[in-house]
């Protein structure tokens, strides 16, 4: 009897053991997932995101078609994949089949209707406009959006999980997310324009915001290979940060005068202007035009560290923007109040080096403010969720509100007027003489053969006299904003004026 127990357990262990084996097989196997149904087993065609549409309405992903091959191992496939696939293609599929199980691959568009017996499936395509803004794989939105439905094929199997012949598989579908789609504020005709308007930039971006309510309506990196959201990454400002000193003595009515003699001293350091250019007596609205790093050093000694961080900081520096969900950034670093503290910190501060850093995307943001005269609002990215029901739902943003008397803000865009009509920015100016901003080439304390590379900006609104675009251009290892930045502003704001 002790015998007999012992045989029907060494059985049964044998049994539990292959059918262990299987299931393991059949769970962690790279070509298939074991569905829910009992003597089955699904493959997955693909997995849909919410769609994600333009301001307007129009789709910005899923909207192109894609063509899937689901290869089952028979000999009527087998006859067909010279149809679809190159030879070497061919040998390597018939490798994979020899395992009994289905596979599915893609499809040459160009091919889809050579197929005979291969069954061919329509899927959205993975490709998208504006990819580093919408791709997963460059930390983009669909990185923070949850799948919405998952396509699977189902085959039958028999008890030991091999595929039965003649099981042509069933194409259903699993609902993982309400959500089935995101409509932004990005504009298809301005996105296309910023995207243009960088052919002669061959790294760097460029970003357009609506003045009125600070939407992000263009959002451009270049190379195109590039998986960098580069309007939302950290970089030397230089420059473009005197604007935001200079609404600081504005709005702390400070009227400042300085005589420029190329060159400045603070405590054992030399400050100069670029190539040491003498710009002699002169009072804000010269100093922007002239990009006088003498005049800005001083300017900001003056003023001291409180005052500009405040000014800063209600601009927006120092923050984090929230595009949508988890999807944020680090707006900008500051120097801390104890760096500043620094005399030498403090006056590099005044002309936007030493230990800030910001991203175009906060440069942009701040001209949103100071072009809507004084009133901010919350940074927008996401208008409004699509429900499976197809209906869209409006997120809510907050009351703009007024950080900065408006005299001062529309003083200050005079003199941005001013730095393109009589100084640095004249290759920014457009037809209507409208344009209004400032430029900038920005030290990064990095070399390459002795040669130290630069960030060159123009950062400006459009039109001046009543602004509706903010729009910051960077170019990184450039050579002026003039040269490099202040060209693509103006093609950007002459198409804008067509529209």
């Given at each position: 009897?002790?015998?007999?127990?012992?045989?029907?357990?060494?059985?049964?262990?044998?049994?539990?053991?292959?059918?262990?084996?299987?299931?393991?097989?059949?769970?962690?196997?790279?070509?298939?997932?074991?569905?829910?149904?009992?003597?089955?087993?699904?493959?997955?065609?693909?997995?849909?995101?919410?769609?994600?549409?333009?301001?307007?309405?129009?789709?910005?992903?899923?909207?192109?078609?894609?063509?899937?091959?689901?290869?089952?191992?028979?000999?009527?496939?087998?006859?067909?994949?010279?149809?679809?696939?190159?030879?070497?293609?061919?040998?390597?599929?018939?490798?994979?089949?020899?395992?009994?199980?289905?596979?599915?691959?893609?499809?040459?568009?160009?091919?889809?209707?050579?197929?005979?017996?291969?069954?061919?499936?329509?899927?959205?395509?993975?490709?998208?406009?504006?990819?580093?803004?919408?791709?997963?794989?460059?930390?983009?939105?669909?990185?923070?959006?949850?799948?919405?439905?998952?396509?699977?094929?189902?085959?039958?199997?028999?008890?030991?999980?091999?595929?039965?012949?003649?099981?042509?598989?069933?194409?259903?579908?699993?609902?993982?997310?309400?959500?089935?789609?995101?409509?932004?504020?990005?504009?298809?005709?301005?996105?296309?324009?910023?995207?243009?308007?960088?052919?002669?930039?061959?790294?760097?971006?460029?970003?357009?915001?609506?003045?009125?309510t600070s939407s992000l309506l263009a959002c451009v990196t270049k190379p195109d290979s590039s998986y960098i959201n580069k309007p939302f990454e950290q970089y030397s400002v230089g420059s473009v940060f005197k604007t935001i000193v200079a609404l600081c003595a504005l709005e702390n009515n400070v009227d400042y005068y300085y005589t420029c003699?190329?060159?400045?001293?603070?405590?054992?350091?030399?400050?100069?202007?670029?190539?040491?250019?003498?710009?002699?007596?002169?009072?804000?609205?010269?100093?922007?035009?002239?990009?006088?790093?003498?005049?800005?050093?001083?300017?900001?000694?003056?003023?001291?560290?409180?005052?500009?961080?405040?000014?800063?900081?209600?601009?927006?520096?120092?923050?984090?923007?929230?595009?949508?969900?988890?999807?944020?950034?680090?707006?900008?670093?500051?120097?801390?109040?104890?760096?500043?503290?620094?005399?030498?910190?403090?006056?590099?501060?005044?002309?936007?080096?030493?230990?800030?850093?910001?991203?175009?995307?906060?440069?942009?943001?701040?001209?949103?403010t100071i072009g809507n005269s004084g009133k901010k609002n919350q940074f927008r990215f996401a208008l409004s969720d699509e429900t499976k029901e197809g209906t869209f739902r409006n997120f809510e943003y907050k009351k703009e509100q007024e950080v900065f008397k408006k005299k001062n803000c529309d003083r200050l865009i005079e003199f941005l007027?001013?730095?393109?009509?009589?100084?640095?920015?004249?290759?920014?100016?457009?037809?209507?003489?409208?344009?209004?901003?400032?430029?900038?080439?920005?030290?990064?304390?990095?070399?390459?053969?002795?040669?130290?590379?630069?960030?060159?900006w123009f950062a400006g609104v459009y039109p001046y006299d009543n602004p509706e675009y903010a729009i910051v251009v960077m170019c990184e290892n450039g050579k002026s904003g003039s040269e490099d930045c202040a060209p693509a502003f103006r093609y950007i704001v002459e198409k804008l004026s067509d529209l």
């Open positions: 009897m002790r015998k007999r127990i012992i045989c029907f357990c060494v059985v049964l262990s044998v049994i539990l053991t292959s059918l262990t084996g299987r299931i393991a097989y059949i769970t962690f196997s790279n070509n298939y997932a074991v569905s829910k149904g009992y003597n089955s087993y699904s493959l997955t065609l693909e997995t849909v995101y919410p769609t994600v549409y333009y301001s307007n309405g129009d789709k910005m992903t899923n909207n192109k078609t894609k063509y899937l091959a689901i290869l089952k191992p028979n000999t009527k496939t087998i006859t067909d994949l010279h149809n679809l696939f190159s030879n070497e293609s061919v040998n390597k599929i018939t490798n994979e089949l020899k395992n009994g199980y289905p596979i599915v691959k893609e499809i040459d568009d160009s091919k889809a209707g050579n197929a005979k017996y291969i069954q061919i499936y329509e899927a959205n395509d993975s490709e998208y406009p504006a990819k580093q803004l919408i791709s997963a794989s460059s930390s983009g939105l669909l990185k923070y959006l949850k799948p919405c439905t998952e396509k699977r094929i189902r085959f039958n199997t028999d008890a030991l999980g091999r595929m039965l012949q003649g099981s042509e598989g069933e194409i259903y579908e699993e609902e993982l997310a309400a959500n089935k789609g995101l409509k932004t504020t990005i504009d298809a005709g301005v996105q296309q324009i910023a995207y243009d308007s960088l052919k002669n930039i061959g790294e760097g971006c460029a970003i357009i915001m609506d003045v009125k003699y190329g060159k400045t001293k603070v405590g054992d350091t030399v400050y100069s202007c670029q190539k040491n250019h003498v710009h002699s007596f002169q009072g804000m609205q010269a100093a922007l035009a002239n990009s006088c790093n003498c005049y800005f050093v001083n300017l900001a000694l003056k003023l001291g560290k409180d005052k500009i961080l405040n000014t800063a900081r209600k601009l927006g520096f120092d923050d984090e923007i929230k595009l949508y969900n988890n999807w944020s950034f680090k707006s900008s670093v500051l120097p801390s109040e104890a760096e500043l503290g620094s005399m030498g910190e403090l006056a590099l501060f005044g002309f936007g080096q030493g230990k800030l850093t910001a991203t175009p995307a906060q440069i942009c943001y701040a001209l949103c007027r001013y730095v393109v009509s009589n100084g640095t920015g004249k290759n920014a100016n457009d037809k209507n003489n409208k344009s209004a901003g400032k430029t900038a080439t920005a030290q990064t304390g990095q070399y390459i053969n002795n040669y130290e590379l630069l960030n060159t």
